[in-house]
């Protein structure tokens, strides 16, 4: 029984016409290629691209590390095969438009559920702050992040950018110099008595 192996295309090669054979190659320029990418939206994601990108955005894994996790396959005897090169892998799986724009649906649906407003934060700090049991020092931290979020501790930008302060006084102040020190010529005995 003979088997052949035959390799099969990928999405370039099948919808943008970037491969070998004949009637390939009908996407010129990068910009083609975008769009019909960009037109498929999202059809090339593969189980382990998926991985990937939930690795990197859900558990908060360098790219490295996460394309070592979801690109890793089990051989016949059970042992872990892990890609070679993985950082040089994932920064290439990361340029692809594809990657990047699953990144960005994925990072908008974790904001989403953890939508929490201003008004909330604000009134946890103030409990913080007012709470007979909380300790000194978190009532202090909680002020202290109270005032950052409301914009209370913000140095003016003119200080920032080393500007002159200049002091005018109603009257002019003598030069402070060394006076000679005073010899007191007494005995502890004078004093005593």
């Given amino acids: 029984m003979t088997t052949e192996t035959k390799e099969l295309l990928n999405f370039d090669e099948m919808f943008l016409g970037t491969g070998e054979d004949a009637g390939c190659l009908h996407l ?28 990197i955005c859900l558990h908060g894994m360098l790219p490295s590390e996460a394309y070592e996790q ?12 892990k890609p070679s090169a993985p ?44 709470s007979p049991e909380s300790k000194d020092s978190d009532r202090v931290a909680a002020g202290k992040a109270l005032s950052a979020l409301r914009g209370f501790d913000a140095q003016p ?6 500007a002159t302060i200049t002091i005018a006084l109603p009257w002019t102040p003598n030069n402070l ?6 010899v007191i010529e007494h005995s502890t005995e004078d004093v005593n008595t």
Avoid at 157 to 162: C, T
């Fill in 28 to 55: 010129e320029s990068t910009s083609d290629i975008e769009l019909a990418r960009r037109e498929e939206s999202g059809l090339l994601l593969s189980a382990e691209a998926e991985k990937f990108v939930k690795l």
């Fill in 70 to 81: 979801a690109f890793a396959k089990i051989d016949d005897f059970g042992n872990i095969i």
């Fill in 87 to 130: 950082a040089y892998q994932a920064r290439l799986l990361l340029r692809l438009p594809e990657i990047k724009d699953a990144i960005e649906i994925q990072r908008a649906e974790i904001r989403s559920w953890t939508k929490t407003e201003a008004a909330e934060i604000e009134l946890t700090y103030r409990s913080i702050m007012m």
């Fill in 157 to 162: 930008d003119v200080l920032a950018s080393g």
């Fill in 177 to 182: 110099s060394l006076q000679p020190g005073r």
